[in-house]
């Protein structure tokens, strides 16, 4: 009886995590149908080839134009500079807490570390507009109220708990054994850290990298509050500038009617935006993959 009993439990339990897990996919599978319905319709009316290549987004003018390339440049600007931050110092950070930190101290700084990743994203966006910005233009006189740079580097500080504990996780997979042996070749720490850890956990680092990516270009809330909502093509860090989650939004705030194409850009701006992530984390986890089945 009990032998029947712990069965059936079992079979429950497996059914249970089936509908999880189905409810997962069932989900990302109504999202992007979602998406695909209303930026069929868009595209119906606007060519994806102007949508695509067109420097001018003019979406909500009376003179419409519909070239998403301003608050993609935007996107890639804002991500480019928060990489500059997060990847550095996510990397020096995570080879100090696996190769040189005691136990001690690794305790204590990596979970101080990670408290960086709990903060809310809109008070980082108060934190870029409110005190990065304005400490930014006593040194940059001509930076605008409203710019890419202030929220770039705030991004970059919310992401770097992302990079460190992902890059640490890579390195301290690595094999004790090679640590070992270039010690025993007479390497110092630093050597065989930079020469012998490090590129045996380059894919792991490769993925924490892409991942970051991918999050740094999902990021709303910092843009949102502090890059502005002016799109341009440029590679201007100073001036205002807006980004795909900024522009959807400002759209999605209720000013906009419901099914007119100019409520549809969101849709279609936010399909360009997932194919671009959901690129990124297949790249991330064909690497990890990699790194799994990597002879050691």
Same mark, same amino acid.
């Given at each position: ?65 519909? /070239?998403?390339?301003?608050?993609? !440049?935007? *996107?890639?600007? @804002?991500?480019?500079? #928060? =990489?500059?931050?997060?990847?550095? %110092? ?95 070749? /007479?390497?110092?720490?630093?050597? !065989?850290? *930079?020469?012998? @850890?490090?590129?045996? #956990? =380059?894919?792991?680092?490769?993925? %924490? ?88």
């Amino acid at each position: 009886m009990a032998i029947v009993g712990r069965r059936f439990v079992e079979a429950m339990i497996e059914r249970a995590l089936w509908a999880c897990a189905a409810l997962s996919v069932l989900v990302t599978v109504g999202i992007v149908g979602v998406l695909a319905w209303d930026a069929a319709a868009f595209f119906r009316d606007v060519s994806p080839v102007a949508f695509l290549t067109g420097r001018t987004w003019t979406p909500l003018f009376r003179t419409q134009s519909f /070239g998403v390339l301003p608050i993609v !440049a935007g *996107t890639v600007l @804002v991500m480019a500079i #928060a =990489m500059l931050v997060a990847v550095p %110092a996510g990397l020096v950070s995570a080879l100090y807490l696996s190769e040189y930190a005691p136990p001690r101290v690794r305790r204590m700084a990596k979970p101080a570390l990670e408290v960086l990743a709990g903060v809310p994203t809109v008070v980082y966006g108060y934190f870029a507009l409110l005190f990065v910005t304005p400490w930014l233009r006593t040194w940059i006189p001509g930076l605008a109220g409203f710019n890419a740079l202030g929220p770039g580097l705030v991004m970059g500080l919310m992401i770097l708990p992302l990079v460190s504990s992902l890059c640490d996780d890579a390195f301290s997979a690595v094999p004790q054994g090679l640590r070992e042996g270039a010690f025993a070749l /007479g390497a110092t720490r630093l050597q !065989a850290a *930079t020469g012998v @850890v490090l590129p045996a #956990a =380059m894919s792991g680092v490769s993925a %924490a990298v892409i991942l970051a990516i991918s999050r740094a270009i999902g990021e709303t809330m910092i843009v949102a509050i502090a890059a502005g909502q002016q799109p341009r093509f440029t590679a201007n860090p100073l001036v205002p500038i807006e980004t795909m989650t900024a522009y959807i939004v400002q759209v999605s705030l209720g000013d906009v009617p419901t099914g007119t194409r100019e409520y549809r850009t969101i849709f279609a701006v936010g399909m360009l935006l997932f194919g671009a992530t959901l690129a990124l984390n297949l790249c991330s986890d064909w690497l990890r993959r990699r790194m799994a089945g990597a002879p050691r």
